[in-house]
């Protein structure tokens, strides 16, 4: 059998849709989709939200790649590819995430500086008991930074590190999370683009290489209430025009060798922190885990190298100087969550917003911060509505529909709790 091809983009809800195409069409080319699919809820509910048109008759839209995008993928009869959505008349379509991050690059370019990224994904492993109900994978060995069987008796993270090794993604790292069994995916830098590219097919990949071993490896940010939570921590820097690091002042890092392009987007991720959390904390389940002393990027504060802060500084400076920003989850949609982080970032820079101290609390105990983000995705979705800056960088159509279908899924889940809550994301996330 020729190759096909499976075309693919990562919608509203961070969930990848797409279609399998014949041989044929591996080459530069496009196919469409129904636009209202900006519209469909996780229950399969489709509502007129904005942008959607659904109540427009359900228009097309139109999802176009290029062929030196194409890889191949982990099936060994089909090639894969992400594209950019286009609206009818041809126009890119703005509620397409993959063009909010290519937006957040170019505005950046624009300032001679080329946005690097890397990305740690954290996701737990469930599988069915004896009823057919998702229980915590056993790993009864499993330990923070194990590896081999105990961690892992089933040995599916070897595939999938034999997989992306094949695959040509650059793998930084694989371990055992706190929480057994929680395991930690961590990616190399590269362009911001070709790294979120890369992090939402490799967690596709590593979700349907688990499916295999009877794993439903989630990604949510805590689906099991009495453990710890599951972050997308997004770490970070630029390159300039004679290809060094714009954010190291020299071969040290930490706080105190800061510069000022560092000092500006630590200034803007704090001044827009609350309105952040609305669109890269975006589940009500992202709430149970971005909570104070979590380590989870709850507060409005930075530090150096110190994990219960939200945005961290690390210690390592020359090439490898950047910021992580810890509150991020991956129920966000990637693109749109390092869109927005790139954009705070900027706009901080641009606007010249102060810096407030260092946090010199242990956030457990003691916290020099004040304030936090929003305790619930209700009060999330009311912030971002008001950092209308924020939402306007990003894309106003993008937020628009984003805070609608926010707003519906405060109503969907307000009554839904444990294993109901769970079950409305734990599929798709």
């Given amino acids: 059998m020729k190759d096909r091809l499976r075309v693919l983009f990562c919608d509203h809800l961070s969930i990848m849709r797409g279609k399998y195409l014949p041989h044929s069409k591996i080459g530069d080319g496009s196919t469409r989709f129904c636009r209202s699919t900006f519209g469909v809820h996780y229950d399969k509910d489709l ?35 992400l594209g950019d959505l286009y609206d009818d008349d041809g126009a890119p379509l703005p509620l397409c995430p993959r063009g909010a991050l290519k937006r957040a690059v170019a505005a950046w370019e624009e300032k001679g500086l080329t946005p690097k990224v890397g990305i740690e994904l954290e996701a737990f ?9 998702l229980v915590p994978y056993d790993a009864p060995g499993g330990v923070v930074y194990g590896t081999g069987p105990f961690s892992d008796p089933l040995r599916f993270n070897d595939r999938i590190w034999q997989m992306a090794d094949r695959l040509g993604f650059s793998l930084d790292m694989i371990t055992a999370e706190y929480d057994s069994p929680q395991f930690e995916y961590t990616l190399t830098f590269d362009d911001a683009v070709k790294a979120v590219d890369d992090i939402v097919l490799f967690r596709l990949m590593a979700r349907e290489i688990a499916l295999e071993y009877g794993i439903v490896l989630t990604f949510m940010p805590k689906p099991i209430p009495e453990a710890g939570g599951s972050g997308m921590h997004i770490n970070f820097s630029f390159t300039d025009a004679s290809g060094g690091n714009a954010l190291s002042s020299g071969p040290k890092g930490g706080p ?29 389940n992202s709430y149970m885990r971005l909570q104070p002393g979590s380590l989870s990027g709850y507060w409005r504060n930075w530090g150096g190298d ?22 991020a989850d991956a129920s966000a949609n990637p693109y749109t969550a390092v869109a927005a982080v790139l954009h705070a970032a900027r706009l901080g820079v641009e606007n010249g917003h102060p810096l407030p101290p260092m946090e ?25 509505e008001r950092d209308t800056e924020l939402a306007q960088a990003v894309g106003e159509e993008l937020v628009a529909n984003h805070v609608f279908m926010k707003k519906k899924e405060v109503q969907k889940t307000r009554d839904l709790e444990g294993d109901a809550l769970r079950d409305f994301y734990v599929y798709f996330i």
Avoid at 125 to 133: D, I, K, R, S
Avoid at 260 to 271: F, Q, T, V
Avoid at 306 to 327: D, F, P, Q, W, Y
Avoid at 362 to 381: I, N
Wanted: hydrophobic share 40%; aromatic share 4%; net charge negative.
């Fill in 47 to 81: 509502l007129n939200a904005p942008g959607a048109m659904t109540y427009q008759g359900l228009p097309d839209m139109e999802l176009v790649w290029i062929h030196d995008d194409i890889r191949e993928s982990w099936d060994a009869s089909t090639r894969i590819v």
């Fill in 125 to 133: 492993a469930l599988q069915a008991n004896e009823n057919g109900e």
């Fill in 256 to 284: 105190e060798h800061m510069n000022d392009l560092a000092r500006g987007c630590l200034a803007g991720l704090i001044h827009h922190h609350k309105g952040l959390a609305g669109l890269i904390a975006p589940t009500a």
């Fill in 306 to 327: 110190h994990r219960n802060v939200t945005t961290r500084i690390s210690g390592e400076g020359g090439a490898k100087a950047r910021l992580e920003h810890r509150m």
């Fill in 360 to 384: 010199t609390g242990d956030g457990f105990e003691r916290t020099d911060a004040r304030e936090g983000a929003a305790v619930d995705l209700k009060g999330a979705v009311a912030d971002l």
